[in-house]
């Protein structure tokens, strides 16, 4: 999903600790640190919950790959077996001028993965949003020629997956490249190359790391049309010998959309694909609908009222509230335990609450509550209930 890195970079400098408190504040803080973590440290890890079923991700920021989210870092090292990086690895941020390469971040990020043994996953190559003009032109800023792009894409596809051969585990190869009505969305990679550039930029990365796993990574598969887009360019990829190893629905979801059946039925279809299915960016939103395509917009632009509509929870989620969100974790992870034979991984779009893009996109200044970990980094009713109602299921199998 859209991700601005610049909205990150603020949030980035926002949360960045200091080292200006007073030593006797620090102490304060450091046995507060200390308590909460001996209070949470009987919790079981997340990945061993779901050990035998498939692996649980976690996407980072730039800030937490930098070491500056150490809280959160350590829930990383505890619960999750796999992450994905939320933005160092798009185009604008690796890739950022023509001869240009920016490796830094995503060798901390490889470099924390391999230090944990993680299944380490790379987002993304070839999309419509977070890619620079300049890849689309050339040096006098006119439109490139198809085989002039296909050569960019291959070169930028060949030196970014080269770098990380067998140590990058799997690639969200191409992103998003079908519409709501099932048709190929309208972007510069269509319209230059056609709509074989899905295509080629599968048969690039597969010849640059033949035992990565190559992933086709999507949203709004609810829509019945789009999910039958998606499953028509599969079939028609495998088809032509193009080897695709899994499709990812990114799960950004709502307390009460989409329902669990017409998940369910989705996931169903795509597992005839005979690939394995993955959850890539999951986080389950509590605050008012508010179209994610709409122009970005700051809440203080809105009248109070209007505020209000949007951003009903500014300093705390409602007890109830947190009830709702913990039912629907429990009712999503019930049914990806049900079809854990089909899933190879559940990966959330953020360690906790704080590091949500959810808060600034497409309103910035709300506060939103999609994790299973609070601010603090502290478990919430949701944790507990995705737990508990995944043990209950083991313990009812092994009787």
Known sequence: MINPTAENRKLNKKNTRTNTFTSSLFSKLFRSSSAISTKY???????????????????????QISDNDPDAIALVEKHFNSITPENILKWEEVHPEPN????????????????????????????FHQTPDWVFQDESGKPLGREALLERMKDHIFTVMGR????????????EAIMSDGQFRKNKWLEIIGEDYVLKAFEYARQVDPDAQLYYNEYDFEHKSKCEGVIWLIKNLQSRGVRIDGVGIQGH????????EDIESYILALSNLGVKLMITELDVGVLPYYP??????????FDLETQKKFNPYPDVLPDSVQKDLADRYAELFSLFYKHRDKFSRV?????????????????????????????????????????????????????
Request: hydrophobic letters at 40%; a positive charge.
């Open 164 to 175: 990380y051969k067998g140590r990058i585990h799997g690639w969200d190869v191409v992103n």
């Open 100 to 127: 240009r390469y920016n490796f830094e971040a995503a060798d901390r990020y490889v470099a924390l993965g391999e230090k944990h043994k993680m299944h380490i996953i790379g987002h993304t190559l070839v999309w």
């Open 292 to 301: 994610i395509d709409s122009k970005i917009v700051d809440i203080s632009s």
């Open 347 to 399: 990966t959330f779009w953020a360690v906790h609450d704080g590091q949500s893009w959810r808060s600034y996109l497409p309103i910035k200044g709300r506060t939103d509550y999609p994790m299973l970990f609070d601010r603090q980094c502290r478990p919430k009713p949701a944790f507990d209930a995705v737990v508990k109602i995944v043990q209950s299921k083991k313990f009812k199998t092994q009787q």
């Open 41 to 63: 440290a009987e919790q079981p890890a997340l990945k061993n919950v779901f050990k035998n079923d498939f692996y649980i991700g976690a996407a980072l920021s730039l800030n």
């Open 253 to 260: 979801w709502f307390l009460d959309y989409p329902h669990i």
